[in-house]
């Protein structure tokens, strides 16, 4: 909790919090040693290294120095780190040597330390810690696009600059190298009247690339919402749509239902988890034993709900760069641009087996189509026999009609769901404009999908759910409705049938 206290105030207010014990800058006077060594090794309870430059005490370069210490540092040997230890010799925290700074591992207040803050504090000076710069490139893994974004102080504390006008001006925060392999999360609120007042505009994972001249360089990828590209974003501001991506899973060996998949097996994520056939669900908290960072695990078998089978499919991922921190997610959509994915899919009898490999496989992005037949009480039928639902390549719902298209719109808070009837508001429905008619929306109520089915909000996974329900069922079932734009009355006026093209 101390450390992250601290990473709110990288990006956002101007606080430092002081623990008990472990290093604490104020006491930065005090400590026998501070010095830069490259690890040789270590033992039970010493860790030996050579100085290759001293901050602070009586050590000089080239030096070999043993420090007791009650942990492990996992350092590789010949890797540079920054030692901090006390008058006895005991190491009291260490931190792994980047590009102009040390990640700081242990209790301490700061969890980073700049070379311009350790050549302050070595000179009896305070250091700057709050009044760096951050460049940040964001990543869209699926175009190959970028944005720069500079966060820098300012009266009202830290707020963004960038050229693309939708994130100029933000309020930053997030945390800088203190999650697993020292990640950092980064994402922004807005600052004035704005559509989205009060919601997170993503969520971006990356790694800190070097400091210099009191400027941190990070390079950041998207990670929930994961968009692939510039349009997505757009699509999300325009029309509240977060980005899904469907995903086939296509095996080697024929027997899909002896590792629990149906006869097509399909994967959903929009970056947070990763949905096996809209019914598995991905789970890592209690499988860490058969994971990587490329790997997936899913419960085989689930019903559903907090009810799962003790057998398990994994899923392990080729040649995934996830180097820089980069989502799993966005990583695979970054190979996925050039072809398909290759991988292996592994059967687990219980969490007390080890995973026994079933079938190689391949991993392409899908994007289904389907045909709406509609049966109608009044003239609207024409129109609405003819048009497709088809879905964008992330996610978002289209209906096309008459060479025109119509992206699926989420209505903003303001909209009062009491006018949504209790029949309709438990099961999956979405709402488009209506063709022909600007003081409409149309709403497609999918009577046979309950919402509750899935976990993530199912309103956001209509993909999800419509693809759980045609494995299952061949068609889907629904209702048509007209929704006022004004008052928000409903009228239904008939029903439709929707087949895979």
Not at 266 to 290: C, I, N, P
Request: charge should be negative.
């Amino acid at each position: 909790m101390l450390i992250l206290i601290f990473i709110l105030s990288f990006f956002g207010t101007t606080m430092i919090t002081i623990p008990t014990g472990a290093f604490d800058y104020l006491e930065y006077d005090h400590y026998a040693h501070v010095v830069e060594g490259m690890f040789i090794t270590e033992s039970a309870d010493s860790v030996y290294l050579r100085v290759t430059e001293a901050w602070t005490g009586s050590s000089e370069t080239g030096d070999e120095l043993a420090f007791s210490t009650r942990f492990s540092t996992f350092l590789e040997q010949g890797q540079k780190a920054l030692f901090i230890a006390d008058s006895t010799g005991a190491l009291l925290c260490f931190g792994p040597a980047r590009d102009g700074f040390y990640i700081l591992v242990g209790n301490t207040s700061p969890n980073i330390l700049t070379v311009d803050d350790l050549e302050l504090l070595s000179n009896g000076l305070g250091p700057e810690f709050n009044n760096h710069e951050s460049y940040i490139t964001v990543h869209f893994p699926f175009s190959s696009e970028n944005i720069d974004i500079r966060v820098i102080p300012s009266e009202y504390g830290r707020r963004t600059r960038s050229s693309y006008s939708e994130w100029d001006n933000m309020d930053p925060f997030g945390a800088i190298c203190s999650g697993n392999n020292y990640m950092t999360e980064f994402s922004m609120l807005p600052t004035g009247e704005d559509l989205y007042l009060g919601v997170q505009l993503g969520t971006f994972t990356g790694d800190v690339q070097k400091y210099t001249e009191g400027v941190y360089y990070i390079d950041v990828w998207p990670k929930y919402p994961c968009f692939g590209s510039i349009q997505s974003i757009e699509d999300f501001y325009e029309y509240g749509t977060v980005p899904f991506y469907v995903f086939k899973i296509e095996m080697e060996n024929p027997d899909y239902w002896a590792i629990g998949l149906p006869d097509e097996a399909y994967m959903v994520s929009a970056g947070r988890d990763f949905h096996l056939k809209g019914r598995q669900r991905y789970v890592s908290e209690d499988t860490r034993r058969h994971l990587d960072d490329s790997s997936l695990f899913f419960r085989a078998f689930a019903s559903g709900g907090s009810s799962y089978s003790s057998r398990s499919t994994l899923l392990r991922i080729n040649d995934m760069d996830r180097e820089s921190n980069r989502p799993l997610l966005a990583a695979m959509l970054e190979v996925l641009k050039d072809g398909p994915i290759s991988g292996t899919l592994y059967f687990v009898e219980s969490d007390d087996t080890e995973p026994e490999p079933y079938s190689d496989c391949t991993i392409n992005l899908y994007t289904p189509n389907f045909e709406i037949t509609a049966i109608c009480d009044t003239t609207l039928d024409a129109f609405i026999d003819d048009v497709t639902l088809s879905f964008s390549d992330t996610g978002t719902a289209i209906l096309e009609y008459d060479g025109r298209t119509f992206p699926r719109i989420h209505l903003n808070q303001r909209f009062p769901w009491s006018n949504i009837y209790p029949s309709i508001r438990h099961y999956t429905y979405a709402v488009f404009d209506y063709p022909g008619d600007g003081d409409c929306y149309l709403l497609l109520h999918f009577s046979s999908v309950r919402q509750d089915t899935y976990i993530d909000g199912a309103n956001d996974m209509l993909i999800l759910a419509l693809i759980d329900h045609w494995l299952k069922h061949d068609s889907i079932e629904g209702k048509i409705y007209k929704l006022d734009r004004t008052s928000f009355e409903m009228e239904q006026f008939g029903t439709f049938s929707m087949s895979r093209i």
